[in-house]
């Protein structure tokens, strides 16, 4: 059946999963449902503490079994042993056929490999993932599914019932002996604990993992003991020094220096620029250097920003050391300028589902003026790719990219027209992402193209004077760079799905198959 | 031309490749390993066949590791390698073999 971004979604694929094709973002507004809930083994004696030996003895009290699902959050990047920790111990015991609901999985993750192919794992849920596990099911080697959702969505999945976890891990940097978790202090600060507070509230059973044992109460707690079953001890739950890094220095490339110019003048000749607006960026080079020079163009127009989301980096942090923004609502912390800024008391730490279910009464996202985002391929119809490779393979995650574009009132993709060979403006996408409705405007070092859904847009951009083009031109200067690209050969087997916000079937991905020269 | 040792020319950099010429068995035998080679390996392939043609090169093994480069970097590490193979270095025939 074809979805309302023209993608063929096989009908087998629609039977297993029991999903409906993407039906455009608005679809399913005014939607009523009932909570899925959480069974909680009450704890009513005066024992004191819920320390106990080791992630092994935890496993065991949880009652771990074939088929049950475990969740995780990765808030510790780059620098997450918790997952894998966690899984060596579930493969030693011989437990099989798993279910990962993870928030994301990354290059950290790549020993789940073999558990992967000998059966332990046999199912992902993820907001997507990186590395040798992305390469393993595109190969083919994940039995089951691999499904690809965005923050809002692991939410919504899980609110609804859609997805049951039965035992969560929560890796906290600082725990006391009844379960109240911070994500702040200790070896492994990671500021915020957004991801798992869902896992919390959802899990039958909570296990808290940390390095950092407290004295009771580590308050104010971001996951509360009222939903911790076990505290577990161990020497590390990461790496510090890939948890948050440095503040990365601002970029020097002059190509992303201009996209990043670009964005801004786009940005204050928009409406939506003046005193109060509401802002989001990516991590990425060229976004990072936009909220830069907007600082600047706020302080000399003196436009202050009501309140900036993230996804947190030092230059958004800087806006409230300098007054120029009222809060931040924070999800997540990249450096360590962020880490430290979750101090301030203007800095507010949010869950995952305030930030982005599309399944609540109202998230964060829907109050948003700007997102600036990032993408691997932008197509002719504005639909955006940011999980998998132009080479067929899964390499990215969605993170809130399909979240925040569909809240947004002005959703801007920066990306260079080619990255490397390969261009990023393109006739169609390898897979879809976040749908054309949600992209408002595409920015490339080549030019700007604003989607003709946009015609507001359009008009008030008619005496600004920037390189606009369409997405065709944009497209067309691409192919004549670098040559039109073929189509990457796919086998048959759908190995995952990419998952719309609200559940629905946005794209699939299939088994690559080693490239065949055509004559 | 008549390839007569084994040359090198280009590197592994982003957006360059590295070809590798050897004498032939009597034929062209080419391989390709490249980042692009799902969108691009049909075109490297012509490119690189277009460029043996015209410098009249029917016997040789060449190797190609791409890291994405345009067809014009492919064709002047071609001619690279095969000119630095015959040992010319010098009266290279711009506008003839080589062509724009």
């Known amino acids: ?89 579930v493969h030693k015991m011989g437990i099989k056929d798993i279910t990962i609901c993870a928030s994301s999985l990354g290059k950290a993750h790549d020993p789940l490999v073999e558990y992967i192919e000998d ?10 993932v990186r590395g040798k596990i992305g390469e393993a099911i595109s190969n083919g080697k994940l039995k089951g599914l691999a499904i690809m959702r965005s923050h809002g969505g692991r939410v919504r999945a899980i609110e609804t019932g859609e997805v049951h976890l039965d035992i969560s891990f929560i890796g906290a940097p600082t725990c006391d002996d009844y379960g109240n978790c911070r994500g702040i202090g200790g070896k492994s ?47 590390e739950i990461g790496d510090p020094e890939k948890i948050a890094t440095g503040a990365a220095k601002p970029t020097t490339d002059m190509r992303k220096l201009m996209m990043a110019d670009y964005c801004t003048q786009f940005v204050v000749n928009t409406p939506y620029f003046k005193d109060g607006f509401s802002y989001q960026t990516g991590v990425g080079g060229a976004s990072i250097a936009s909220t830069i020079s907007l600082s600047k163009i706020m302080k000399e127009r003196g436009i202050r920003m009501r309140f900036g989301i993230g996804g947190l980096t030092k230059p958004m942090c800087d806006l409230l050391i300098n007054d120029q923004v009222d ?40 109050k948003l003026d700007f997102v600036i985002l990032a993408t691997l391929e932008v197509d002719v119809n504005f639909n955006c790719n940011v999980v998998v490779g132009s080479d067929g393979v899964i390499t990215g995650a969605q993170g809130g990219h399909p979240d925040t574009a569909a809240g947004a009132k002005c959703t801007i993709v920066i990306t260079p027209l080619l990255q490397g060979r390969t261009p990023a403006v393109c006739t169609e996408v390898t897979t879809v992402t976040t749908p054309g409705e949600s992209i408002d405007v595409v920015i490339t070092d080549y030019g700007i193209a604003i989607n003709p859904i946009r015609q507001d847009l359009i008009e008030c951009m008619k005496d600004v004077d920037l390189p606009f083009k369409t997405i065709e031109e944009l497209r067309d200067i691409a192919y004549s760079i670098a040559g039109k690209p073929q189509k990457v050969q796919f086998g048959d087997r759908v190995v995952g799905i990419i998952e719309g916000r609200d559940g629905t079937i946005m794209d699939v991905v299939r088994q690559i198959k080693p490239f065949e020269f055509s004559e | 031309m008549e390839i007569m040792k084994p040359a090198i020319a280009g590197t592994l950099e982003s957006s360059d490749c590295q070809v590798t010429v050897e004498p032939g068995d009597g034929e062209i035998d080419f391989t390709l390993k490249s980042s692009v080679m799902n969108q691009y390996g049909n075109q490297i392939r012509r490119v690189v066949m277009e460029t043996l043609e015209n410098l009249e090169v029917s016997n040789v093994k060449i190797s190609i590791v791409d890291k994405g480069a345009l067809d014009c970097t492919i064709k002047a590490r071609v001619e690279g390698a095969i000119f630095r193979s015959v040992g010319q270095m010098e009266h290279l025939p711009w506008g003839g073999a080589i062509k724009p």
């Open chain 1, 327 to 366: 809060a931040l609502l924070d999800t997540q912390d990249f450096d360590l300028a962020a880490v430290e800024s979750v101090k301030d008391l203007r800095h507010f730490r949010i869950s995952a589902g305030q930030y982005a279910s599309p399944f609540n009464k109202g998230a964060v996202v829907n």
């Open chain 1, 1 to 89: 059946m074809i979805n309302a971004v023209g993608r063929e979604i096989p009908e087998d694929i629609l039977e297993m999963t029991g999903k409906e094709v993407f039906h455009g973002n608005n679809y399913f507004d005014g939607h009523v449902f009932q909570k899925a809930g959480a069974y909680t083994k009450c704890v009513i004696n005066s024992h004191g503490s819920k320390v106990i030996g080791s992630i092994h003895e935890a496993l065991v009290k949880c009652g771990i079994k074939d088929g049950m699902t475990l969740g995780f959050h990765h808030h510790f990047r780059d620098g997450d042993y918790i997952v894998n920790m966690v899984m060596e111990e």
């Open chain 1, 189 to 235: 600060n990671c500021g915020v604990l957004s991801y798992s507070m869902v896992d919390g509230d959802y899990a039958d059973h909570v296990v808290a993992i940390t390095d950092c044992l407290v004295p009771f109460p580590n308050f104010p707690a971001h996951i509360s003991m009222t939903k911790v079953d076990y505290v577990v001890v161990v020497d």
């Open chain 1, 119 to 128: 059966g332990t794992i046999t199912n992902i849920q993820s907001s997507g």
